[in-house]
């Protein structure tokens, strides 16, 4: 209880806490500067400068005096808080060094600028002076020399610092210049030999950002290119310098017309080569270039051990396989910064340090895309830092490895593996406008827009890999840069593997059974013309064939398919060290193709088994005979009711079969098996790989489909399937069924009752049942003592006759009331009339006369038009022959439920397929399971009502039966 009390307590404090407005507003330094305010660090509130102060400081946390003034109160000026008092200096005094008081500027050394209020030297080669020797601060500023060999400091009129080569000498008004046979370049001298060997222009020092169409007259190479070079050709060469010119030549992309590629492809070609081994590293010098033509990507004898243990750079396990990737960095003036294990430094978009770092597992296909707001991710430019590329081996040697400018300048034919790289450049472009002049000022930005690391696997040796290349793509914005402007930026990863022995192997997998599948359909034709006695190759048989054959070829082509796909998602997934690699895009134009062949004929497939089904003939034998009165027309009206229901019942629920595979696929995570990472990785945010999707969507399709199956099979064992119930049903209704699926083959349910008649009430019914039951009836099969119901048809060519003569008798006159009605009343009343009494007379005739020929049929009555019933051998089971009908028809005991071929439930594989084809493909184009169920639902929604409806037609119209009464 007391425990209790205390947490109300403290929930009211809580709430009186938050009711009484407590807390600070949010401000920044910035947020204050709008108001001209600064904010105070003590209470973190914005406040106003005093009166006496010039205004808020830069840093927007205190106050500063005015232009030409200075503050009495160090600690106030230095933004520690208080009060800020300022003292100006007089008219003809400015502020000290160091801002500690005023000093007059009437010394003759000295120029006052009354505008500016500032003092500096009237000689620009001397450094101001307002100290003593012992520090006291003097009443007046001077200027004085330098030392020989110093110079005024550009960042600080009041200190002298060494010139910058030491050749220099003082000449008239340049403390600094270069002796006589030299000339100054930047910042150092070079002779006039090497001036003359340089040749360089002005337009040399021009470089093009094409992207912002922004040309600078670059002071970064005024500066240092002639030096670099004149430096680099010594003997023995300055490696710094060397390492420039190679920076400069590097920030033009590897132009060949740019000149500082030129000046170190002229010492390059010079110098002695095979540093290290490698044919292309010229000694003393930064390799840059490889040769033109050169394969280093490819080459067997350049292959590298991966490094799949523990190394000094990445603490892992040493099950998991880690690239070791090491960085050499340079600065801007050719400094070497030291190396660097490779994480983040080659990728632009932030994320965490775990997503960044994760491309180096041996493996993962890593993409690091996003859309970079330039302001905000280069509020502060950054320094400009060259690199080598190197990857190291197990021996713990650095193997250096190939880039690819893909967008460097000049002849595109001519463009080579180069060595090193940069990301952002944010000093070449400082100088004047080549086009207009003005200023000096940064006018353009660099950067890598796309940087992709292409690791190819050695298949010749298990852990080996061939030189990793990284590919490179830069771009360029102008600057300052428009409020907004954005760039993408990319950084990948991929690995690739030699798949022509895949494709071969495939390709000769889809020959042979493109083989085996004509050989099989070529069978399978054989029979379907006997049963149709196709004497000529017509247009039916040549669709027939066609549909056919890609029906086979699709079934066989289908499980190679999946058989590829799951052996890829068993591999790669499986696999400890990484020895088995994701086909690219490009590799998986051969699974593609395959896909898209299987679905077009299982497609095609499926449109001709609809049309197949919806004309077939079909007529119910009504045995029942007449007592004392007519029979019954609700017997046979209600089997073919039943039967209509029938023809789009399929062993298998579509709409249970999609949601458990989306269940299983997302809620259960199976597709997480589907991405390119290793089993292990799960941070990498990898994309998905189609193969992998369509394998892992293949295997869950079809184990529910199995799962439906096994539980349709049991279900029907014990409770009896749909089929076996209507040929009951056909039994007590006392009506037979009679299918032709073809000219001269079909199927026979024998449903004439063993009790004489079905016209019977309930009482009469169920004692006939309860005597079947005990054993006390005579079989239902068509044969005495038999149970054989169904049975496979061959009839004689006369029965096929009499019953087209039956039916066109029928059509003939049909089409001759229609013609006389149209000639006697051109207006159509009569037409719409209709001779309907008429129509029905002659369709219950011709129902009544194809019921007794039938009914005489299947009782031997016929002489000449007889069958007999016989049980079918191994061979005639294993393949389709058909047997000889010229003198009487045959009867095969099926007890198999044959006669489901003209509905779609003996047809289930094929609808199964598919649905399986076009869901595999719309995920396939769009990457999404939702989308390909809703799409595979919707088009069997269609394809079932075409059935129906056209089902529905055509069994009206077989059968005699009124299409009112098909419900």
Not at 289 to 309: E, I, N, P
């Amino acid at each position: 209880m007391l425990a209790a009390l205390r947490w109300c307590v403290l929930l009211l404090l809580l709430c009186d806490h938050h009711a009484s407005g407590q807390g600070l507003s949010f401000r920044t330094p910035q947020d204050c500067a709008v108001g001209d305010q600064r904010l105070k660090r003590a209470d973190l509130a914005c406040t106003s400068c005093p009166a006496t102060a010039g205004g808020v400081a830069t840093t927007g946390l205190g106050c500063q005096c005015r232009v030409n003034a200075y503050a009495t109160d160090n600690t106030v000026s230095g933004e520690q808080g208080g009060i800020l008092q300022c003292l100006s200096c007089a008219a003809n005094e400015v502020v000290a060094q160091g801002s500690v008081g005023c000093i007059a500027c009437t010394d003759a050394s000295t120029t006052f600028d009354t505008t500016q209020r500032s003092c500096t030297c009237a000689d620009s080669s001397h450094v101001q002076v307002d100290r003593s020797v012992t520090g006291q601060l003097q009443a007046v500023r001077t200027c004085q020399a330098c030392d020989t060999g110093y110079e005024p400091a550009s960042s600080d009129p009041f200190r002298c610092v060494p010139c910058p080569d030491e050749a220099m000498v003082p000449a008239a008004g340049d403390p600094c210049s270069c002796p006589s046979g030299t000339v100054k370049a930047g910042s150092r001298c070079v002779d006039n030999a090497a001036e003359a060997s340089a040749n360089l222009q002005q337009q040399n020092f021009v470089i093009t950002f094409p992207n912002s169409g922004v040309q600078v007259e670059s002071a970064l190479f005024q500066d240092t290119l002639l030096a670099a070079f004149a430096l680099c050709s010594d003997v023995p060469r300055n490696g710094t310098a060397c390492q420039q010119l190679a920076n400069l030549c590097v920030l033009e992309l590897y132009s060949t017309n740019s000149r500082a590629c030129q000046l170190y492809t002229q010492l390059a070609n010079a110098a002695p080569k095979f540093v290290h081994g490698f044919a292309d590293w010229p000694a003393e010098l930064p390799w840059l270039l490889y040769s033109a033509g050169s394969t280093a990507d490819r080459a067997t004898d350049l292959a590298v051990k991966a490094s799949f243990s523990q190394t000094e750079f990445w603490p892992v396990p040493a099950s998991t396989s880690q690239l070791a990737f090491v960085l050499a960095a340079y600065n801007v003036h050719g400094d070497f910064l030291g190396f660097s294990n490779l994480t983040s430094q080659l990728q632009l978009c932030e994320a965490t340090p775990s997503f960044m770092s994760s491309f180096l597992r041996f493996g993962v296909l890593f993409d690091n895309t996003c859309q970079l707001n330039l302001e905000q991710q280069f509020a502060e430019l950054p320094s400009l830092v060259f690199y080598d590329f190197y990857v190291m081996d197990v021996g713990q040697k650095l193997y250096p490895l190939p880039v690819l400018v893909s967008n460097s300048q000049g002849d595109v034919s001519q463009r080579q593996f180069t060595r090193r790289l940069f990301v952002v450049d944010a000093v070449s472009g400082l100088g004047e406008d080549a086009l207009s002049g003005g200023s000096s000022q940064l006018r353009a930005v660099r950067l890598a827009k796309s940087i992709s690391l292409r690791i190819t696997l050695d298949k010749g040796t298990s852990g080996r890999i061939f030189p990793p290349v990284l590919e490179i793509t830069y771009g360029d914005v102008a600057y300052p840069f428009q409020a907004g402007a954005t760039a993408q930026a990319t950084f990948s990863v991929t690995y690739e593997s030699s798949f022509s022995d895949y494709q071969t192997d495939m390709t000769i997998v889809l020959v042979v059974f493109a083989f085996v599948a004509f050989v099989v359909f070529a069978i399978r034709l054989a029979a379907w013309r006997s049963k149709n006695r196709a004497l000529y190759i017509d247009f039916r048989t040549l669709v027939y064939s066609i549909i056919g054959l890609g029906e086979v070829y699709a079934g066989i082509v289908f499980w190679v398919l999946f058989g590829s796909s799951l052996y890829w998602l068993i591999f790669y997934q499986g696999q400890s060290d990484v020895t088995v690699l994701l086909s690219t895009d490009a590799g998986q134009d051969l699974f593609r193709a395959m896909l898209v062949i299987v679905f077009v004929f299982k497609a095609l497939a499926v449109v001709y088994l609809i049309f197949w089904q919806c004309n077939i003939d079909i007529f119910f034998l009504d045995w029942e005979i007449p007592r004392g009165g007519q029979v019954s027309v609700w017997r046979p009206y209600f089997i073919v009711n039943e039967w209509n229901e029938l023809q789009t019942f399929r062993k298998t629920h579509l709409g249970f079969q999609l949601l458990a595979v989306l269940f299983f696929l997302i809620v259960a995570d199976a597709e997480s098996v589907a991405t390119t990472d290793p089993p292990d990785v799960c941070c990498s945010k990898a994309g998905y790989h189609h193969t992998l999707r369509f394998a892992i969507a293949s295997s869950v399709y079809l184990a529910v489909g199995v799962a439906q199956w096994l539980f349709h099979v049991l279900y029907s064992h014990f409770f009896g399937s749909k089929l076996g119930q209507f040929v009951d049903l056909c039994s007590i209704a006392n009506v037979s069924t009679f299918i032709l699926e073809e000219l001269y083959y079909g199927h026979y349910i024998h449903g004439r009752s063993i009790h004489g008649t079905a016209e019977t009430n309930v009482l009469e019914m169920r004692a006939q049942l309860q005597k079947e039951e005990q054993g006390m009836a005579t079989q239902r099969g068509l044969l005495p003592q038999t149970d054989d119901q169904t049975f496979e048809m061959h009839i004689p060519m006369a029965l096929r006759q009499q019953w087209n003569n039956v039916f066109f008798s029928l059509l003939s006159e049909e089409q001759l009331t229609h013609t006389t009605h149209s000639s006697t009343d051109p207006g159509g009343e009569a037409a719409l009339r209709g001779d309907s009494a008429g129509a029905e007379d002659r369709s219950v005739a011709a129902r009544a006369t194809i019921n007794r020929f039938l009914a005489a049929f299947i009782d031997h009555t016929f002489r000449d038009l007889d069958y007999v019933v016989k049980d079918k051998f191994l061979l005639a089971s294993l393949c389709p022959v058909v047997p000889d009908t010229n003198q009487h028809g045959v009867f095969y005991p099926d007890s198999g439920q044959g006669f489901a071929s003209v509905l779609f439930y003996g047809n289930e594989w094929l609808l199964f397929t598919f649905d399986l084809m076009l869901f595999g493909l719309i995920d396939f184009l769009a990457e999404s399971w939702v989308a390909a169920a809703v799409v595979v639902y919707v088009v069997q929604l269609v394809l079932i009502k075409v059935r129906e409806v056209a089902g529905e037609a055509n069994l009206a119209r077989k059968t005699l039966v009124d299409s009112r009464f098909l419900v």
